[in-house]
């Protein structure tokens, strides 16, 4: 989320915040309201942000792969069809893992090769999951993926929505 300020009735967004203590700039990392006695972020420094929008994998005569690593240096990778992994970006824009905890939640289908597990997981450790065909047709798993500031409660950084991954043996 970003903070705007308008200036001569155009908004612009604001790249940084700080206070004066006792005559030293110091700058704000965290911006929190108290909303019914529970202090909530309203803006931090933190940023984690999703690259993947699903993925469809194709492998002839072999078994085919496809999922997504959310890697505990901040790296985001999508499986190749021959179950290696490709990066697509970084997800973590600023901030540190520590601060980080990624959800997949399970529409349809399973993550049969590798699966990292629900609930929030610490993105200090590396995080995959990801499905296989080994046979003629198509594995099909649908999930949303959310990113959050905390193991529990706290504030969601970004989420996929629903997403699909396909691997398709042919």
Known sequence: MGIEVNVGGVWKTVSGIEVNIAGVWKTVSNIETNIAGVWKSVSSALSALFNTNGDDNVRTGATCYVGLQINSSGTEYEYTSTGGTTSIGTWLNS??????????????????????????????????????????????????FKFWDAASGGSLLDETGTITFRAEYG
């Open 95 to 144: 901030g540190t893992t520590s601060e980080v905890w990624v959800e997949m939640v399970l529409v349809s289908g399973t993550w049969n090769s590798i699966n990292a597990g629900t609930g929030r997981l610490a993105t200090t450790t590396t995080r995959s999951w990801r499905a296989s065909r080994t046979s003629l047709g198509i594995k099909t798993v649908r999930a949303n």
